[in-house]
């Protein structure tokens, strides 16, 4: 299986700042035939089942605000989500696709400060 | 709208078998998507359990592969979950989603890429 692992576990970002999130995969997830990273990123609020912010890595899913961004490549993976929001207190996931089964990270809890 | 529903009992006794079901509408289950069971403890990362594609073909997590069995029924538009054997350790929350395919026209494959929606979820406790 492919190890997720998230850092940190648990933030706490004023309103209106930065918040960034790593995620490590324990194998690469980089495609090499179509240059694509097989990792996704969820969201989670208390008593909600995940909803998903990005694919491929960087690809925001239609109707998520521009300031939740993804990025990095192969191994190492950062979520950022710009200028937080009072509504972004949650839980974060990263998810891996490259193969089967899939896997989520721990998670990260983010609060406001 | 896509819409996901789980359905089964919240309360199984030890060794005794979960049986759920997710009702689908909103898009065609014989579509070109995967259809997935994943679970959550409290506190912990989501755990992938496995999928299903209307033709009946499946994939299942290793770890639960000999308990598990996801089968489909397309006439009802729903798919469900057959797991064996339960113990205390099977007690958590069951989501049933949809596993979103997209044609990669570089690699000439089509890929499972995000898993949305979700249905909101069924607590199971495995209990005396």
């Known amino acids: 299986d492919i190890l997720m692992t998230q850092s940190p576990d648990s933030l706490a970002v004023s309103l209106g700042e930065r918040a960034t999130i790593n995620c490590k995969s324990s194998q690469s997830l980089l495609y090499s035939s179509n240059n694509k990273n097989y990792l996704g990123w969820y969201q989670q609020k208390p008593g909600q089942p995940p909803k998903v912010l990005i694919y491929?890595?960087?690809t925001r899913e239609t109707g998520v605000p521009d300031r939740f961004s993804g990025s990095g490549s192969g191994t190492n993976f950062t979520l950022t989500i710009n200028s937080l929001q009072a509504e972004d207190v949650a839980v974060y996931f990263c998810?891996?696709?490259?193969?089967?089964?899939?896997?989520f990270g721990q998670g990260t809890n983010v609060e406001i400060k | 709208q896509v819409h996901l529903q789980e359905s089964g009992p919240g309360l199984v006794k030890p060794s005794g078998t979960l049986s759920l079901t997710c009702a689908v509408s909103g898009d065609s289950i014989t579509s070109s998507n995967w259809w997935t069971w994943v679970r959550q403890s409290p506190g912990k990362g989501p755990e992938w359990i496995g999928e299903i594609y209307h033709t009946g073909a499946a994939n299942y997590n290793p770890s639960l592969q000999s308990r598990v069995t996801i089968s489909v029924d397309k006439s009802r538009s729903e798919f469900s979950l057959k797991m064996t054997s339960v113990t205390a350790a099977d007690t958590a929350v069951y989501y049933c989603?949809?596993?979103?395919?997209?044609?990669?026209?570089?690699?000439?494959?089509?890929?499972?890429?995000?898993?949305?929606?979700w249905g909101p979820g069924t607590r199971v406790a495995v209990s005396s």
């Open positions: 491929w890595a960087s």
């Open positions: 998810q891996q696709y490259f193969g089967t089964p899939l896997t």
């Open positions: 989603a949809r596993n979103i395919v997209v044609v990669v026209a570089a690699s000439v494959s089509r890929v499972r890429t995000r898993l949305d929606p």
